[in-house]
């Protein structure tokens, strides 16, 4: 199965900072997603982004399928930003969704 | 909210005991997915059923069974527990199984085994 990678482990940001984070995956995939698990443990959609680029506000995400990588940026951080990013995929004609290890971010006042 | 519902909230048993855990899709999804997250093995997915058949299976124990009922709500049974088995468990859904959906998550049942 697809092994999925994510960097960097832990982030700690000043409120306002700009990040992004890495999303590294060993095969093609062609169903990649980004969540936010927030301190309560609830995990929120964030983007469903097989390839190419989409924005949300101060989030945005690209997927370069081709390189097999995909990249999560947040624009002037808040602290309810705080949590676990996690990327997750399936590859090709796959049914089981692989997750990373995720990026554990705390942004502080 | 993602629409999607689990309960209980949360869960504390003994070791050596049964429960069952239940998870409601949002309105329309014809798909459910469990999955397990623990401390040491993160996010694993356990289990998938499409309109009341199983799909594909993952890292699920012999120990743990699921089903999804004719109304598409799904349980997952976790029998004769053991410590290990504390983990937050979540429910998703999406409208087709395709490996091309979006996957929606529920709030999770956080189990405890003392």
């Known amino acids: 199965g697809i092994q999925v990678e994510q960097s960097p482990p832990d982030l700690i940001l000043q409120e306002g900072a700009n990040s992004t984070l890495r999303c590294n995956f060993s095969?093609?995939?062609?169903?990649l997603q980004w969540f936010h698990q927030n301190p309560w443990g609830q995990l929120i959609n964030l983007f469903y982004?097989?390839?190419g680029t989409k924005q949300n506000g101060r989030l945005s995400a690209t997927t370069v399928a081709t390189e097999r990588y995909s990249l999560l940026y947040i624009s002037s951080s808040q602290t309810t930003d705080s949590g676990v990013y996690f990327c997750?995929?399936?590859?090709?004609?796959?049914?089981?969704?692989?997750f990373g290890a995720g990026t554990r971010l705390f942004v502080k006042a | 909210d993602s629409g999607v519902t689990q309960t209980p909230k949360h869960l504390i048993t003994a070791t050596g005991q049964r429960v069952t855990l239940r998870c409601s899709p949002r309105?329309?999804?014809?798909?459910v997915y469990w999955y397990q997250q623990s401390l040491d093995q993160g996010l694993q997915f356990l289990i998938q059923?499409?309109?009341?058949?199983?799909?594909a299976k993952g890292n699920i124990l012999e120990r743990f069974s699921a089903q999804q009922f004719p109304d598409l709500h799904s349980e997952l049974n976790l029998s004769s527990l053991e410590l290990g088995d504390s983990a937050l468990y979540f429910c998703?859904?999406?409208?087709?199984?395709?490996?091309?959906?979006?996957?929606?998550f529920g709030p999770g049942t956080r189990l405890t085994v003392l």
């Open positions: 095969d093609s995939v062609n169903n």
């Open positions: 982004i097989p390839s």
């Open positions: 997750a995929g399936r590859n090709t004609g796959g049914f089981k969704t692989i």
């Open positions: 309105s329309g999804d014809l798909s």
């Open positions: 059923y499409y309109n009341g058949e199983e799909r």
């Open positions: 998703a859904s999406s409208v087709s199984g395709q490996s091309t959906d979006t996957q929606y």
